[in-house]
């Protein structure tokens, strides 16, 4: 199929502010060449210096969008980001499984850059139950790992250790990231037969809102490209490093990444 013609799905919630969430997402598919589609699970009140309310949509409209993009625009890879509750994972996980999906990148997004909780208690038992079994790839940082697992992560190695605990509730691959530690930027592809650690320079820029929604939907555009998972994620860690790097101010607080550095001749 024709690049920009390969569709890709995001399932997540929408950020009023634009930098990340579905419109990450929708920018990123765009940048890096497929055709962007969404499902939006929840409507968040943010800016760049917070998420400030947060509203979710009701099951029968999130399963009706999935249903209505899988019968007419069947995606050729699926990220699912923000799904706040536990009947939200539930909906999506039933509707997905009437549906051919072969990769499904889950970014287990529970806490914003603010601190504003974006996954309840009560849904994370559902997380690991039914959702990150079900994927591709799960892409947690240190933080949502050490939530995930209840263990802790000081290092590579740790990061190693809880991959593999994560590996083992199910998906095919785990990336863990390690951008909330100190030192280089450090993330960890782990499969059944894969260990592959991706280095790269730790930028000094304030503006990084949207790293994480970035980086996962990233991965799902190279995935539907026909990229194996090793070079996707090698690709999709150079795409989010060098969107950091040219990242710009935008509001008073912590600004977007740039996700169309590529075509911006004034960076």
Same mark, same amino acid.
């Given at each position: 199929?024709?690049?920009?013609?390969?569709?890709?799905?995001?399932? %997540?919630?929408? $950020?009023s502010?634009?930098?990340?969430?579905i +419109? %990450?997402d /929708?920018?990123?598919?765009?940048?890096i060449?497929?055709?962007?589609?969404?499902?939006?699970?929840?409507?968040?009140? +943010? !800016?760049?210096?917070?998420?400030?309310?947060?509203?979710?949509?009701?099951k029968?409209?999130? +399963?009706? +969008?999935?249903?209505?993009v899988f019968? $007419?625009?069947?995606?050729? &890879?699926?990220?699912?980001?923000?799904?706040?509750?536990?009947?939200?994972?539930?909906?999506?996980?039933?509707? /997905? !499984?009437?549906?051919?999906?072969n990769?499904?990148?889950?970014?287990?997004?529970?806490?914003?850059k603010?601190?504003?909780?974006?996954l309840?208690?009560?849904?994370k038992?559902?997380?690991?139950?039914?959702?990150?079994?079900?994927?591709?790839?799960?892409?947690?940082?240190?933080l949502? &790992?050490?939530?995930?697992?209840?263990m802790?992560?000081?290092?590579?190695?740790d990061?190693?250790?809880?991959?593999?605990?994560?590996?083992?509730?199910?998906?095919?691959?785990?990336?863990?990231?390690?951008?909330? /530690?100190?030192g280089? %930027?450090?993330?960890?592809?782990?499969?059944?037969?894969?260990?592959e650690?991706?280095?790269?320079?730790?930028?000094?820029?304030? #503006?990084t809102?949207?790293?994480?929604?970035?980086?996962?939907? &990233?991965?799902?555009?190279?995935?539907? /490209?026909?990229?194996?998972?090793?070079?996707?994620?090698? #690709? &999709?860690?150079?795409?989010?490093t $060098? %969107?950091?790097?040219?990242?710009?101010?935008?509001?008073?607080?912590?600004?977007?990444?740039?996700?169309?550095?590529?075509?911006?001749?004034?960076k």
């Amino acid at each position: 199929m024709e690049k920009y013609k390969i569709p890709t799905l995001t399932i %997540a919630g929408s $950020d009023s502010s634009g930098g990340a969430g579905i +419109q %990450a997402d /929708l920018k990123t598919f765009s940048a890096i060449g497929t055709y962007g589609m969404s499902v939006i699970t929840a409507i968040t009140a +943010q !800016n760049t210096h917070g998420v400030f309310l947060v509203e979710d949509l009701s099951k029968e409209i999130i +399963q009706k +969008q999935i249903e209505v993009v899988f019968d $007419d625009i069947p995606p050729k &890879a699926v990220k699912i980001g923000m799904v706040s509750s536990p009947e939200i994972i539930k909906v999506i996980v039933d509707t /997905l !499984n009437k549906y051919e999906t072969n990769y499904l990148v889950v970014d287990p997004v529970m806490i914003s850059k603010s601190g504003y909780s974006l996954l309840k208690p009560e849904a994370k038992e559902n997380l690991i139950k039914y959702l990150i079994p079900k994927a591709y790839i799960v892409t947690p940082n240190t933080l949502e &790992a050490e939530e995930i697992t209840g263990m802790k992560i000081e290092n590579v190695e740790d990061m190693k250790i809880v991959g593999e605990k994560i590996l083992n509730l199910g998906p095919k691959y785990v990336l863990m990231k390690g951008g909330h /530690l100190d030192g280089d %930027a450090v993330d960890v592809l782990i499969g059944k037969d894969i260990f592959e650690v991706y280095k790269s320079e730790r930028l000094n820029r304030k #503006n990084t809102h949207g790293t994480g929604c970035t980086l996962s939907s &990233a991965i799902t555009a190279y995935l539907a /490209l026909g990229y194996n998972i090793v070079d996707a994620v090698s #690709n &999709a860690k150079k795409y989010i490093t $060098d %969107a950091i790097r040219y990242s710009f101010d935008i509001g008073s607080g912590v600004g977007p990444v740039h996700h169309f550095y590529k075509f911006d001749e004034n960076k």
